[in-house]
């Protein structure tokens, strides 16, 4: 079984700071791919970026970065220069290749304060 | 490119009524899907996936069921509406990614957000 830990119920970062939402995980298989999504006040489920298991190299998609630690079994999602706009739930998820899709943190409420 | 729309935004229930959610997608073809519940302030639980017409797995024994009539249809129910129903209710939708469904992200639709009263 597949468990996703987020340890921040919420955090507060001011406008243009870096943040670094924390994501562990639990797999018994060698082969998964770990998510980050966005869930804006309107409820709409937003992905953001992916990592594979054997990807070597961190994965990045504008300002986010995914800081993968594979034998710490963590998944950070790392975000610059933090707006506004960026306030919303985050969510770690992760996938071992069958068709019953991701399994999810409980994710981590961000603020951004001007 | 593809779309998904889930329907109705949201939904004031009686207990005891039926429920009928709807989801169909656009611009794909043979999905899998799926549809998920949040609760207040939490994670998300799959309830239902599918992999092709008629084919339905459910993960989590309750008072709901799922259908796919057609390759991008995909409907929650419930003959009897629980007050443990309400919540926050995704469908979603993949296709298998260059490495296999490890690489498919899950694409939302905007929920449907269901209250029983």
């Known amino acids: 079984a597949q468990k996703i830990t987020q340890t921040q119920p919420g955090m507060f970062v001011q406008e243009k700071e870096a943040v670094t939402l924390d994501c562990t995980y639990d797999?018994?298989?060698?082969?998964?791919?770990l998510f980050w999504y966005k869930q804006p006040s309107s409820g709409e489920m937003i992905f953001l970026i992916y990592?594979?298991?054997?990807?070597?190299q961190n994965a990045t998609e504008g300002r986010y970065s995914l800081n993968f630690q594979k034998a710490r079994k963590s998944a950070n999602l790392v975000i610059s220069a933090s707006q506004l706009g960026d306030s919303a739930m985050y969510f770690c998820?992760?996938?071992?290749?069958?068709?019953?899709?991701?399994?999810f943190g409980k994710g981590t409420h961000l603020i951004i304060q001007p | 490119s593809q779309t998904i729309h889930q329907w109705p935004a949201t939904l004031v229930q009686p207990v005891g009524s039926p429920l009928s959610l709807e989801c169909t997608v656009e611009?794909?073809?043979?999905?899998?899907l799926y549809w998920y519940r949040q609760a207040a302030g939490r994670g998300l639980q799959l309830l239902f996936y599918?992999?092709?017409?008629?084919?339905i797995s459910s993960e989590v024994p309750q008072n709901l069921s799922a259908s796919r009539p057609q390759d991008r249809q995909f409907i929650l129910s419930s003959k009897k509406l629980l007050l443990s129903d309400s919540g926050f209710y995704l469908c979603?939708?993949?296709?298998?990614?260059?490495?296999?469904?490890?690489?498919?992200?899950?694409?939302f639709g905007n929920g449907t957000r269901l209250t029983v009263t």
């Open positions: 979603a939708w993949s296709i298998l990614g260059t490495r296999g469904a490890m690489s498919s992200p899950l694409h």
């Open positions: 797999t018994s298989d060698q082969s998964y791919g």
């Open positions: 990592q594979g298991s054997y990807d070597e």
């Open positions: 998820a992760m996938s071992a290749g069958g068709a019953d899709g991701l399994t």
């Open positions: 611009g794909t073809s043979n999905p899998n």
């Open positions: 599918s992999v092709g017409i008629g084919q």
